[in-house]
């Protein structure tokens, strides 16, 4: 079955507005723009929805990025698990946190502001698991 080209764009720009708080986030500018890219490409992922409202949406999630990485900060932080545990406990547990949570957000846009606090939480839910199974921690 062959794809148009608009079904493409549309994946595309979902792939690209849902990576885009993790590809940014290193750089502090680059979490700021988030409102800016979601107003570019919002449209585009929903059609339903105006330029300023997309903007809307990327202003929430940018506030809930900023909470969320509050949440993980004493896990990532300040201590944490002396082997693999961050990595493949707590990562791959936020990441399928986000996942879920920016899948629904395809149809319902405001959703995707509770993505991060999800990927957090989840994170947060694998670091204490860590802890109850008697990882070795550092600080």
């Avoid at 992922?45 to 929430?60: C, K």
């Avoid at 999630?61 to 693999?84: E, K, Q, R």
């Amino acid at each position: 079955m062959r794809t148009s080209h608009a079904q493409s764009v549309h994946r595309l720009a979902t792939v690209g507005l849902f990576l885009s708080p993790f590809l940014l986030a290193p750089t502090i500018v680059g979490v700021v723009l988030l409102p800016v890219i979601a107003a570019l490409v919002g449209p585009l992922v929903w059609p339903t929805i105006t330029r300023l409202g997309a903007a809307g949406v990327g202003a929430v999630t940018l506030g809930s990025v900023i909470v969320g990485a509050a949440i993980v900060f004493p896990f990532a932080g300040l201590c944490g698990p002396d082997n693999d545990w961050v990595f493949f406990g707590g990562l791959v547990a936020g990441l399928a946190g986000y996942a879920v949570v920016a899948a629904l957000a395809v149809r319902r846009p405001f959703v995707w502001a509770l993505a991060p606090l999800a990927g957090a939480t989840a994170f947060d839910a694998a670091m204490a698991v860590a802890m109850t199974a008697g990882v070795s921690w550092s600080c």
